[in-house]
């Protein structure tokens, strides 16, 4: 994992939701300012939990400095979904008109923020833009939570896709021929735009939607551009994605599928992290003998089992990556890790 830091600038930390995404991608930007590297760790948790974990009391889409020991701090901060995209609109819209009535109109406010994909999509153009500046040596993405770790990847090309000129076109047709648009036209073909019809009321809508895809065709050759040089990010040789799970069967799966899907896309691969690992008591056959007579014995063998049925688990890994990839083990500890000493104490595990 030193080397890692020492030779990537860009470390995204991927996995499902709920494995300790955020605890990680904070654990390790600590240890890159250790190492001194200027360091920003990018968060998209809604949960705020990277603030709590790093004692700020107040995360905004600042980056904000964090004190780690004399002399060596780190920044961070937390995406702000509609801020970043509001900013793509005013540096691509060809006039500060046409920016302004995208920006108050009711339907890019609703996609801006709700729609899926948005927050992937604007996590990699801040990323982006935050590599672009280079004001920092490393970067850190603790990517968005979410039930599956797919989402990440393949979000932003469902919203590229969407923006698609053609695509645009597509929905335009009938309004440019006719004057109006073809309600069935537009069901037949948008779930999306037919489900915010039926949330909003009154005839203005079809209008602000025609207004809308209108205004953002002409922005389409500047977010085309912006999208592949994000994506670009990805398979670069400064970046590297590391694997975050825990032991539960369901969630391995998931992990193995991503790992599957990153190795297809030919991105770096930085390793697997495996957090909450049950440690096996390394008790010897007499050891075992006495403790069975007493009443606790039940909770100890149980533990014990599980432990073993983790270890299974890993091992699955470990025969997928074979030795072309570490693989690190985080065991279970007994409080909540809130706090830098938290933190490094994790790293003991991550950089051993």
């Not at 991503?258 to 049950?278: D, M």
């Not at 075992?288 to 039940?298: A, S």
Request: proline share 4%.
């Amino acid at each position: 994992m030193h080397s890692l830091i020492r030779n990537k600038k860009i470390i995204i930390v991927t996995g499902s939701g709920g494995v300790g995404k955020t605890t990680t991608a904070a654990a390790i930007a600590v240890q890159a300012a250790l190492m001194g590297k200027k360091t920003l760790v990018l968060t998209i948790d809604p949960a705020k939990r990277l603030a709590t974990t790093l004692g700020i009391n107040r995360f905004t889409h600042i980056p904000k400095e964090v004190f780690i020991e004399k002399n060596i701090t780190l920044s961070a901060m937390m995406l702000d979904t509609k801020e970043t995209f509001d900013a793509l609109i005013q540096k691509y819209a060809p006039s500060k008109e046409v920016a302004q009535k995208i920006l108050t109109n009711h339907i890019y406010q609703f996609l801006s923020t709700m729609m899926a994909g948005t927050q992937e999509y604007m996590a990699l153009e801040k990323l982006y833009e935050l590599n672009e500046s280079r004001n920092y040596d490393t970067l850190i993405l603790d990517t968005p939570p979410a039930k599956h770790a797919l989402s990440f990847l393949e979000a932003p090309d469902r919203l590229a896709h969407f923006l698609d000129e053609n695509i645009l076109k597509w929905f335009l047709k009938p309004y440019l021929k006719a004057g109006t648009f073809s309600l069935k036209m537009l069901t037949s073909g948008s779930h999306l735009v037919f489900k915010l019809i039926e949330m909003l009321t009154g005839l203005h809508v079809l209008y602000e939607l025609s207004e809308f895809l209108l205004n953002l065709q002409s922005l389409y050759s500047g977010f085309r551009e912006r999208t592949l040089k994000a994506q670009a990010i990805l398979k670069s040789s400064q970046t590297a994605f590391l694997v975050i799970t825990n032991p539960e069967r369901a969630v391995f799966e998931q992990a193995l599928e991503l790992h599957k899907r990153l190795s297809h896309l030919q991105v770096s691969l930085g390793g697997f992290i495996v957090n909450r690992v049950t440690i096996e008591m390394p008790w010897t056959a007499q050891e075992k003998q006495i403790l069975t007579g007493l009443p606790f014995f039940p909770t100890l063998n149980a533990y014990q089992k599980l432990a073993q049925r983790e270890k299974e688990q890993i091992q699955k890994i470990k025969t997928v990556i074979g030795k072309t990839l570490p693989l690190y083990e985080i065991p279970f500890f007994d409080n909540d890790i809130h706090d830098i000493k938290g933190l490094r104490l994790m790293n003991h595990y991550l950089f051993p």
